[in-house]
């Protein structure tokens, strides 16, 4: 049991710590434009490198810590991200960052992502625990956005960039001796499913699935909307409406706040009433917070925040669940890693497509309008993959005291 829960723990300071980093990223934008002459465009670049090494990584990070252990890939990456921020210090010029933070670092990243999370949940929690426990694993995101974020901006402003980032990979440093400590009992586990899934486990039977289609296509679809279309585009979006700062700042605590509370929720539910259903009702929500936003003017601001805020993480957990059981008889630790890459794919869509429709039209409302449909459509598909995967519940509720169970695993 201990070692269960260890193994919550440790990736819930890791995301933390990661999330933190990567979502602080901002922070570092001017002070390294003062430092190396660069322009915002070089600095930018840096950041879109490391999301495609963080996507391409998330690829391989499942089938990885299935193969070497959870403990190994997650001690390994978090040394890679130590290096990383430690030699991004030293770096002399924008080239240097590119290598340091936009490639080693964000390997690391990847590897200690929640794709890596879903293997050590998959190997120590029965399927009708697992949703829970990975949310609250995915709840470290929030965490890192909330405390590690701002301690970087106070940090930055009182001691400069460059001791908040070695403090920062003196913490990654710890964390990795930390799963390196764990690694041995982590081995004896992994080695059991290694024999199971080697037998069993079928790329090609993975993509001729058409499950697996309609499970990722909606996930592209989460990923355009909230890394890609809300998180770039609500702020400026607001201020375009005329909303003040103060109440801009608050809307954005509360979306905050309802993200935590929504990311636990849905795990907790997704055990319960199952991951596609729970996945169908939460991209509704989002649809109904983005039409609320387009059509409501300035005070709508305050019905988006908690509704969308509600969806934002909280599609993480059911999503790798539903992929670990969906799929254990053909690669369940891939379809997680695709799953994050299509996300990672549908944010840097939705960050374009923004953008574009603001520079075409001078406006968001044609693109938000476009996504309501497409999350009504992603709704309308996991509804499908309920049918077909839970049909316990879409046949009139879960059996009484028993939580519904996916995939070959549940049968």
């Not at 252990?69 to 210090?89: E, I, P």
């Amino acid at each position: 049991m201990k070692d269960r829960w260890r193994w919550v723990v440790l990736p819930f300071c890791a995301l933390a710590l990661t999330m933190g980093v990567r979502s602080g990223f901002g922070v570092y934008v001017l002070p390294w434009e003062a430092e190396y002459g660069a322009s915002r465009t070089g600095i930018a670049s840096v950041s879109s490198l490391s999301l495609l090494v963080y996507g391409l990584g998330n690829v391989l990070a499942g089938s990885a810590a299935e193969r070497f252990g959870v403990g190994r890939v997650m001690a390994a990456s978090l040394a890679l991200v130590a290096v990383g921020l430690l030699a991004s210090t030293a770096a002399l010029d924008v080239g240097w960052l590119y290598l340091w933070y936009g490639v080693v670092a964000s390997v690391g990243f990847a590897g200690a992502s929640h794709v890596t999370a879903s293997v050590a949940v998959r190997h120590r929690f029965p399927d009708r625990r697992r949703s829970f426990a990975l949310s609250v694993v995915v709840a470290g995101m929030c965490a890192g956005q909330m405390a590690v974020v701002p301690a970087q901006v106070l940090g930055v402003a009182r001691w400069g960039w460059k001791p908040v980032l070695a403090s920062l990979a003196g913490l990654a440093a710890l964390l990795a001796l930390a799963a390196a400590f764990g690694s041995k009992s982590d081995a004896e586990v992994s080695a059991g499913h290694r024999v199971q899934a080697g037998r069993a486990s079928s790329v090609g039977a993975l993509l001729r699935d058409v499950r697996f289609w309609v499970f990722l296509a909606p996930y592209a679809v989460c990923g355009f909307t909230d890394s890609g279309l809300v998180d770039n585009h609500f702020v400026p979006y607001a201020r375009g409406l005329g909303v003040p700062e103060g109440a801009l700042a608050a809307s954005l605590s509360t979306l905050a706040a309802a993200n935590l509370a929504g990311t636990v929720a849905a795990g907790y539910l997704a055990d319960r009433w199952g991951r596609a259903a729970v996945l169908s009702v939460l991209y509704g929500v989002r649809g109904l917070a983005l039409a609320a936003l387009v059509a409501g003017g300035p005070q709508a601001v305050w019905a988006f925040a908690p509704l969308f805020g509600l969806t934002h993480f909280a599609t993480i957990a059911p999503t790798n669940t539903l992929a670990l059981s969906l799929f254990s008889g053909s690669a369940p630790a891939l379809a997680v890693g695709l799953a994050s890459f299509v996300h990672q794919v549908g944010a840097a869509l939705g960050a374009v497509a923004g953008g574009a429709a603001f520079d075409r039209l001078g406006s968001y409302e044609a693109v938000f309008a476009v996504s309501v449909g497409l999350l009504a459509a992603s709704a309308g598909g996991m509804g499908w993959l309920g049918r077909v995967a839970e049909p316990d519940f879409f046949g009139g509720g879960p059996v009484r005291g028993r939580p519904v169970r996916v995939g070959s695993e549940g049968r």
